[in-house]
């Protein structure tokens, strides 16, 4: 069975910028939401999806991942405007109720 990978990008309120790959978008976003993983994303408030996508190979989403994290900012935002001009969280509505540690439908295959 085939996995999928995600490339994601996610912002803050206030338009901070985060890239990251997994292979449970899911699962990634519930932990960015509930800030199970301490670091940038949870002290910054980064926790809105704002763009992905998906490839079958998982070298190809850590080089696309690397890619664009080597962009200029302006890059980035161009990049999120293209496919979400207005910003919305993609992820908005997946999860019930985030405090409750029940996390929503999963994105991961295989």
């Given at each position: 069975?085939?996995?999928?990978?995600?490339?994601?990008?996610?912002?803050?309120r206030?338009?901070?910028?985060?890239?990251?790959?997994?292979?449970?978008?899911?699962?990634?976003?519930?932990?960015?939401?509930?800030?199970?993983?301490?670091?940038?994303?949870?002290?910054?408030r980064?926790?809105?999806?704002?763009?992905?996508?998906?490839?079958?190979?998982?070298?190809?989403?850590?080089?696309?991942?690397?890619?664009?994290?080597?962009?200029?900012?302006?890059?980035?935002?161009?990049?999120?405007?293209?496919?979400n001009?207005?910003?919305?969280?993609?992820?908005?509505?997946?999860?019930?109720?985030?405090?409750?540690?029940?996390?929503?439908?999963?994105?991961?295959?295989?």
């Amino acid at each position: 069975m085939e996995r999928t990978y995600f490339v994601y990008i996610l912002s803050s309120r206030s338009r901070n910028l985060y890239v990251g790959v997994t292979g449970d978008l899911a699962r990634r976003m519930w932990e960015h939401r509930t800030h199970a993983v301490p670091g940038h994303t949870a002290r910054y408030r980064i926790n809105r999806l704002v763009h992905f996508e998906t490839t079958a190979d998982p070298a190809s989403a850590i080089a696309r991942e690397k890619q664009i994290k080597g962009w200029l900012r302006s890059r980035k935002i161009a990049l999120i405007e293209r496919s979400n001009p207005t910003w919305d969280d993609l992820a908005e509505g997946w999860f019930a109720d985030s405090a409750s540690g029940k996390a929503g439908p999963s994105l991961r295959s295989g």
